[in-house]
């Protein structure tokens, strides 16, 4: 890895320097009840709409490469579907894609999401032919009360990205992993850190780990919860679950799907339709004939909780949840990760 610094001034130039692709950045959308700031990620036209400054979005930027709602194929159909008939593919890219400004945890939850959708034997080319196409752009991130990234060891990005900045007061630390990154920052005012520089950036990230106030023990956790798979833990919390799916639409990491055909009454075009979908949901385990696996809630909420922290980590020996408490944030029941998983550890 390569490191360069620049001063704070020189982010609008990289930013215009970028500019000529699609950027995607932090933006703020709103205040809530309190009056507190409303992010979430969307398309930046101008640098002054960028706020690095965010504490956490709502939602991840998942709907940019695994988008809410996609269409896998269309048809097209002769003589009310008695002629010939043409199927389309559209992976969905046209324009090269910057992200701009996620943080670590975001980062890594793209890496998980690498791991599933492009390592296995049947890689997804749509998730494929966007994260192709992406430029990333990190950025440091000053830790919010419910964040417990660190324990999921995703506090910090070695990988999956093509740039990561860290603000140091009137500079930035800049590590880069790609060419077009150091090509980019070649155009630049930007030099090599010098040894005070490097002492400012360890003292930076040490300042950031003593912020972190929420925390999971994860330690064992795969066998703890086979041993507790039928504690009465999980009836309580599937009784406070609306099974609305708000944890998994906020979620980065949450990739499940389903799939719906549609044709159109004059049988002239049909689509098949892919839709993210939540584990918590009521009829995610139907399935054909009527059947449903998991009708009750605390049996379906268990299962999110599995899927995450023990199935992903026998398959990948590390967990698929990254901690950046969104789920628990979102959550109308007020269910967090940190809660569940004390839980679960203290059952008797
Ligand atoms: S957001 Fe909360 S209430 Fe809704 S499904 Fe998830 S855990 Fe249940
Ligand atoms: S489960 Fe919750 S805390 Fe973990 S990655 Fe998903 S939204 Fe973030």
Known sequence: MLFKVFPEGELIRL??????????????KGEDQHGRSLYDFDVVHDFADLRLDYGQTIHSAKNWFLPYREDLCTFTFQD??????????????????????????????????DKVLLGGRYPNPF?????????????????????FCKSMGTDSAIRGFDLFLTRMDDLYFAEILSPRAFHLLEQIDCHEPDSSEHRRYLDMMEEKESLFVAHVDTSDLTKILDLEFQAPVWQEWGQKCLSCGTCAQV????YCYGVAEQVDMDLTHARKEKML???????????????????????????????????FVEAFEESLCVGCGRCGQSCLARITVPEVIASVRASK
Not at 82 to 93: A, E, I, L, Q, T
Request: glycine share 10%.
């Open 15 to 28: 930013f215009e320097l970028l500019a000529a692709d699609k950027i995607v950045g932090p933006v703020k």
């Open 277 to 311: 979908y939540s584990c918590n949901l009521l009829d995610f385990a139907v399935v054909a004939g009527g059947h449903n696996f998991r009708p009750e809630s605390h049996t379906r909420i268990k299962y999110r909780y599995y899927h995450k922290h023990r199935g």
């Open 127 to 147: 998730y494929g032919e966007k994260r192709a196409n992406m430029f990333i752009v990190g950025h440091s991130c000053s830790p919010q009360p419910f964040c």
């Open 251 to 254: 979620c980065p990491t949450c």
């Open 80 to 113: 009310g579907g008695s002629g010939d008939w043409r199927k389309d593919v559209d992976y969905g890219v046209y324009a090269p894609l910057v992200l701009f400004g996620l943080h670590p945890c975001d980062i890594n939850a793209l890496n998980k999401l």
